[in-house]
């Protein structure tokens, strides 16, 4: 942990080495990528590229999450090949100039990433890991090159955001009178209901409620597991500080365009009734930013070539973090 955090400091990134005398053909290196005319970084380590690709797509929209990613990789490298993408203007692809920075591009972005990996690696199909904000990448992806995809999880899927945003506040606001939180009633009071998806203060008040939602027990199963992430991105050596200070701007620059009336048009039940992949569904039973109601009601309704809902009752709104044993042991399941 010490050396992690002199190394951020000192401004070096590094990723922990895999053994080539033990893994002569394993990979473990930052790549820089153009990606719609912007460079965009990306972590990729495994064992032996000749295994099939795991590329996973963050959530936010701007919450890099290469952080977690390392988390998991030791259960995982031996049989995949990682890719941890930060998408433009967050996290290593940060920049205070993005250009384009919508949701459009960064599915085209993520196009232009599927076809790099697989020419790079000699691969016909990848996988995908997605999670929250990158669930609609993901099944975006999924209808643009669906030949390109072996399958896809979905971690906190996103099914329609107006219905979900409002009931994600109502939530909040009741466990808050249940514990007599008076602090937070009167906060969610200023905020205001979500009206159409969207609070009256913009990305402020999408920030301020998560918080309050955080408190309440709606993100995790465990409330004190935001310590552990905080850890995780304190110690974790694939970001340097200046990087790791620049997390939350990345992220609030990434909010502000594009979390908007578009977005909250998203309702995937009326709009996407079939895949033409795999698809599995990770989802916490105690999510509230994307509750399981939705999910579950789109995984009914859904076709696809084949489905399964895989319900965490320990978790909230990322399993990875709640219940990574029981993760990892269901990616194999799904992924064999």
């Excluded at 930052?30 to 032996?48: D, H, S, V, Y």
């Excluded at 249940?178 to 937070?184: A, V």
């Excluded at 304190?234 to 200070?245: M, Q, V």
């Excluded at 795999?278 to 039973?285: A, K, L, N, S, V």
Aim: aromatic share 10%; with cysteine.
């Amino acid at each position: 942990m010490i050396i992690s955090l002199l190394m951020s400091v000192f401004g070096v990134a590094s990723t922990k080495r895999i053994d080539k005398q033990k893994f002569s053909n394993s990979i473990a290196e930052f790549r820089t990528i153009p990606l719609g005319n912007f460079n965009q970084k990306i972590l990729i380590r495994g064992e032996n590229i000749s295994n099939p690709i795991i590329l996973f797509i963050h959530g936010g929209p701007g919450m890099s999450e290469m952080h977690e990613v390392r988390e998991l990789s030791n259960a995982l490298e031996d049989r995949f090949t990682l890719v941890t993408w930060d998408q433009r203007g967050c996290g290593k692809s940060y920049s205070n100039n993005v250009p384009n920075l919508t949701h459009m591009q960064i599915v085209e972005d993520g196009v232009e990433l599927i076809q790099y990996l697989k020419q790079h690696f000699k691969k016909d199909k990848i996988y995908l890991v997605t999670h929250s904000w990158g669930t609609i990448i993901g099944l975006d992806l999924v209808k643009l090159i669906p030949t390109d995809i072996t399958a896809v999880i979905s971690i906190g899927q996103v099914v329609d955001y107006t219905p979900t945003e409002l009931m994600s506040y109502n939530f909040a606001l009741e466990q808050a009178k249940n514990h007599n939180d008076l602090t937070s009633i009167k906060e969610l009071g200023k905020i205001g209901i979500p009206h159409d998806g969207l609070y009256a203060s913009g990305v402020n008040g999408l920030l301020r409620q998560r918080k309050i939602l955080m408190r309440q027990g709606g993100v995790f199963y465990n409330k004190n597991k935001i310590y552990y992430l905080l850890k995780l991105i304190l110690t974790s050596p694939e970001y340097t500080l200046y990087e790791k200070l620049l997390l939350n701007k990345g992220r609030n620059q990434s909010l502000k365009a594009i979390w908007n009336q578009d977005l909250m048009k998203t309702n995937l039940i009326n709009t996407l009734p079939h895949v033409a992949v795999p698809i599995y569904f990770f989802h916490g039973r105690m999510d509230y930013i994307t509750p399981l109601s939705f999910v579950d009601e789109y995984f009914n309704k859904l076709k696809a070539p084949q489905k399964k809902l895989v319900i965490f009752k320990r978790s909230g709104h990322d399993p990875r973090v709640d219940e990574p044993e029981k993760f990892v042991e269901e990616l194999h399941k799904c992924f064999k």
